[in-house]
């Protein structure tokens, strides 16, 4: 149902002060004003595009798990974000963790194996429902009494000043503008404020799409993650409640949509050719969607008076699952400067605390980008002497206790 979630905030034009304007309210949106509510005495406001789901006080959130939705692996850093919130028994109903991570090529003879219980953590992370974290996120949101969300919002333009910057927003055929002396621009990898703000990003095709879909298998999950490389390109099985498991399906541009179109039967018939028999027979599937792979990062993230963040910032090919978690590893680090900032009394839009924010998360995204990047094009690459080191490289990875609990950090986003 559209409308707002915050009916007592929403405001046609400016009646509160705004300290940090948020553009986008999606998980990167929602979540930076969650850590940022917790400052006292500043006060956020979070404009959205799309109208959110009116959720009710106290009332059970409209979610049915189901089998057409997308999820996302959360890193065990992340997990501990959101249980520092107190929004993690909330989330955990819905989220399963990942005791095992299985990584192979179909075909060839290398493997390698990641335990949980080898690197003494409980899990490597936990596999969420994007329905239900969204729906956590946007109820503990209205209960902030610090933050204003305003839905259903277009943004018309962004006007930076010396002391403030202003953006103009409309909703319906009401037109207002909100001032404050930080924006932060997390409107997604189309990010229409990063183009107000006139700053360019690199887009790179990689001429792929995922498909996304969830499937059934007849044998249990057993918490384990599967990355298999296939000729016909990387696809992700990761475990979800109820014995379902979450489908990230990377195919070459194009040959998703004979993979949509087709009968369930047909298509689960084409998985179990091209995934083998690893995880069991796939006896279900759910809705199938695509979502075209680009790499889109911004030439600049720190600008006087605004921050480029989330996927507006970095956008990333989900082979690796790091995008979202790499996402929050940033709001991290700018919460922290901002409320340090806030309790001395410093001007929040100032460009030397923003581009040392800037400069402090270079490295690990440069790091994180790479890491995701070389999967793709490595694994994209048939020719035989490349797939035999990969193999080799493989089994020999898995003999190695210190490579592997390299990989194993980086998986629970311990590493930057
Ligand atoms: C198939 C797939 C699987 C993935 N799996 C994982 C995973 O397992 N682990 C992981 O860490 N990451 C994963 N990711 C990456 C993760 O989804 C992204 O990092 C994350 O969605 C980024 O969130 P965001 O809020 O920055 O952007 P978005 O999710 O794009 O949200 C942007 C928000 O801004 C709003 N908006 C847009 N324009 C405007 C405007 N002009 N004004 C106001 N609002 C606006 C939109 O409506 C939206 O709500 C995956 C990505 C894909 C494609």
Redesign the pocket.
């Known amino acids: 149902m559209a409308g707002t979630i915050l009916e007592k905030n929403v405001v046609a034009g400016q009646e509160n002060p705004v300290d940090v304007l948020i553009?986008?309210?999606?998980?990167?949106?929602v979540t930076l004003a969650l850590l940022l509510a917790r400052e006292p005495g500043l006060h956020i406001t979070l404009?959205?595009?799309?109208s959110l789901p009116v959720l009710v006080p106290g009332e059970v959130l409209p979610f049915r798990p189901s089998f057409d939705a997308?999820?996302?692996?959360l890193s065990r850093r992340t997990v501990a974000t959101y249980r520092e919130l107190g929004l993690w028994d909330a989330m955990q109903t819905h989220a399963t963790p990942i005791h095992e991570i299985h990584v192979s090529e179909r075909g060839h003879f290398g493997m390698a194996h990641l335990r949980a219980a080898e690197e003494k953590v409980e899990s490597f992370g936990q596999v969420i429902e994007n329905a239900w974290l969204g729906l956590v996120l946007l109820q503990a949101l209205k209960a902030c009494s610090n933050v204003t969300v305003l839905d259903g919002?277009?943004?018309t333009g962004i006007e930076p000043g010396e002391k403030s910057v202003t953006a103009h927003l409309q909703r319906g055929n009401e037109r207002f503008a909100l001032t404050a002396p930080l924006l932060v621009a997390?409107?997604?990898?189309q990010?229409?404020?990063r183009d107000f703000l006139g700053v360019a990003a690199d887009s790179t095709p990689y001429e792929q799409v995922?498909l996304?879909t969830t499937v059934a298998t007849h044998l249990p999950h057993d918490n384990i993650a599967y990355e298999r490389f296939t000729e016909h390109g990387p696809i992700a099985l990761l475990p979800l409640p109820e014995g379902r498991r979450s489908v990230?399906w990377t195919l070459p541009l194009g040959e998703e949509k004979a993979l949509i179109d087709c009968s369930d039967e047909a298509f689960l018939q084409q998985l179990q050719q091209a995934f083998g028999k690893r995880a069991g027979r796939f006896v279900k599937t759910g809705k199938r969607f695509a979502?075209p792979l680009v790499l889109t990062v911004a030439h600049i993230q720190a600008l006087p008076r605004a921050v480029i963040l989330?996927?507006?910032a970095h956008?990333l090919h989900?082979v690796a699952?790091?995008?979202?978690?790499l996402?929050l590893r940033d709001c991290l680090a700018l919460t922290e400067r901002l409320c340090e900032a806030h309790r001395q009394g410093r001007d929040l839009g100032d460009f030397s605390l923003l581009k040392a924010y800037e400069a402090a998360r270079v490295d690990d995204q440069h790091n994180v980008i790479q890491f995701s990047d070389k999967i793709v094009r490595g694994f994209s690459n048939a020719t035989p002497g490349l797939t035999l080191a990969r193999n080799i490289g493989m089994v020999t990875f898995d003999l190695l206790p210190a490579a592997k609990q390299a990989l194993a950090r980086y998986a629970m986003g311990l590493n930057q």
């Not at 997308?70 to 692996?73: G, S």
């Not at 699952?321 to 978690?325: A, K, L, S, W």
């Open positions: 553009i986008g309210g999606g998980m990167v949106g404009v959205e595009a799309i997308r999820n996302t692996a919002v277009t943004l997390a409107d997604g990898a990010s229409v404020s995922a996304v990230v979502y989330g996927n507006a956008s989900p699952g790091q995008g979202f978690n996402c």
